[in-house]
């Protein structure tokens, strides 16, 4: 693979997670390799009360008072408690850098943003009247409030930044993160994604455009990415965070480096609010950008962890454009679609996944893809179906794609 | 009905542990919110109105920014309940 020799080379040094499959990193990687379903029947008043269409979803922990203090809890919306709890796992877990604030970076995205708060706060104005509305309502509704704590909770003062792209939004942050890393904003970036949206509104929403699987009898085998009988995607949330580096930092610091982020390609559809581009045209460029700033062609991918909602349309169209991006090549990656077990964590989604893509470089081990019992001839890839495969020496790429169009691709190498 | 200053001390320094995690032995009577407590606007805001449905009394804006100390809110709350 070619590289450019002046581009600043940045490293992921720590990887933080809460998510359905478990409350650390290292529990979301055990139960994803051993294929475990996340989603499960909600056990909630709010089910029977509003007779939902869709009765489950792959809900995380919320994180346990000795995770983050009761006091701290309460001034944030769930999506921020996620977040926090990631943040200060990923941070420790690159070692707690020493870093100039001015040089420390928080970018931390999310789809939908605070809607607990916001909803349980209008239910409080209508039954408590404005005085009972606390204080702390719009600091903890704001999209950007998970952004905002992360960077109080470990003192970044380079910029907190939240970029807003639906299920794209994880993506983005890495994405963004990198540049402000390439471009000397910082020289670390601590990135990722959170997301809090199973409610009863934003589960109604969902269901009211048809997203959602209705596989009520079954919720550890709807989410089924590529399987004929798919009928759309699974509500999950969690987040995902990670400390992206300067090489130059990580290494002059002694930092164990798990990965490289090669490049990373965004691109939007002008097609749809929605729906996504049939034939795959935005999101191809993307993965063509991707590659393109990453110096490396689509013979030295050898993993892809695919955006795969389980959605009838958005699973081909991903297909389509992955074909366009990388030809045959295509043929000898491996894909891995592990929404079939997480869910989909909608604005942590391309977060949590930059994670698996990377813990699957690190190990060289490509997790499975579940519930997949009649694969789709339309998807004509070589899907990881129902244990982890081995992974030859190569680079990885993680895909992100979100209503509105946007479209995110980020291309990951080992650590050299 | 009417509590005593200990009892209402020690429901007030409840609340802005709960609020603010500081211990409760640190809410004593002389020290002020802002400049002891490090407590800021929102949480104040926040720890009043808490205030006024663990003690039943009600506590106007305008009243709430003459609250400086601990002693004040201790004896807002017991001159309003008696």
């Known amino acids: 693979m070619s590289s450019n020799p002046s581009r600043t080379r940045v490293v992921v040094t720590g990887l933080g997670a809460v998510t359905p499959l478990g409350d650390t990193v290292q529990a979301t990687w055990d139960a994803l390799l051993s294929g475990t379903p996340g989603a499960h029947t909600i056990d909630e008043p709010w089910v029977e009360e509003f007779h939902l269409p869709v009765t489950f979803a792959a809900r995380t922990n919320v994180p346990a008072p000795d995770v983050l203090p009761k006091h701290e809890a309460k001034r944030l919306d769930p999506s921020g408690q996620y977040a926090v709890a990631a943040a200060r796992q990923a941070w420790a877990h690159a070692g707690t850098p020493e870093v100039d604030p001015l040089r420390l970076a928080a970018v931390v995205a999310t789809g939908i943003g605070g809607v607990h708060t916001l909803l349980d706060a209008y239910d409080t104005l209508r039954t408590r009247g404005p005085r009972r509305v606390l204080p702390m309502t719009v600091p903890m509704l704001m999209p950007n409030g998970a952004a905002g704590a992360v960077s109080l909770a470990l003192g970044a003062a380079a910029g907190a930044h939240a970029p807003v792209s639906a299920c794209a939004s994880g993506g983005e942050a890495v994405a963004y993160g990198l540049n402000m890393i390439r471009t000397g904003r910082a020289d670390v970036a601590v990135v990722g994604g959170t997301e809090a949206a199973i409610h009863p509104m934003p589960m109604a929403s969902f269901a009211a455009m048809q997203a959602l699987s209705t596989r009520n009898d079954s919720p550890e085998t709807a989410s089924r990415p590529y399987d004929t009988t798919r009928d759309g995607f699974v509500m999950g949330d969690g987040a995902g965070i990670m400390v992206l580096e300067s090489e130059e930092f990580a290494r002059a610091r002694g930092a164990r480096i798990y990965a490289e982020v090669l490049g990373a390609g965004t691109s939007s559809d002008a097609y749809h609010i929605a729906a996504p581009e049939p034939e795959g045209a935005g999101a191809s460029r993307a993965v063509i950008e991707a590659l393109r700033v990453s110096g490396v062609s689509a013979s030295d991918v050898v993993h892809i962890n695919a955006h795969a909602t389980s959605t009838p349309a958005g699973d081909l169209a991903e297909i389509k454009a992955l074909r366009v991006a990388l030809g045959a090549d295509l043929d000898h990656v491996a894909i891995s679609a592990t929404k079939s077990m997480t869910g989909h964590m909608l604005g942590a989604a391309g977060a949590v996944e930059s994670i698996f893509a990377i813990l699957a470089l690190h190990h060289r081990l490509a997790p499975p893809t579940i519930n997949v019992e009649d694969m789709d001839p339309g998807a004509d890839i070589d899907l990881v179906l129902k244990t982890p495969r081995e992974l030859p020496a190569g680079v990885a790429i993680n895909n992100a794609f979100g209503f509105g169009g946007h479209n995110v691709a980020v291309v990951f190498g080992p650590a050299s | ?82």
């Open chain 2, 1 to 82: 009905m009417a509590q005593s200053e200990q009892e209402i001390l020690a429901g007030v320094a409840e609340l802005v542990n709960e609020e603010t995690g500081l211990p409760v032995e640190s809410v004593e009577m002389d020290k002020s919110f802002t400049d002891d407590l490090d407590i800021d606007s929102l949480s104040m805001t926040s720890i009043v109105v808490q205030a006024e449905d663990k003690f039943s009394v009600t506590i106007p804006d305008e009243d709430t920014k003459n609250l400086k100390t601990v002693r004040d809110v201790v004896t807002y709350i017991q001159q309003a309940q008696g």
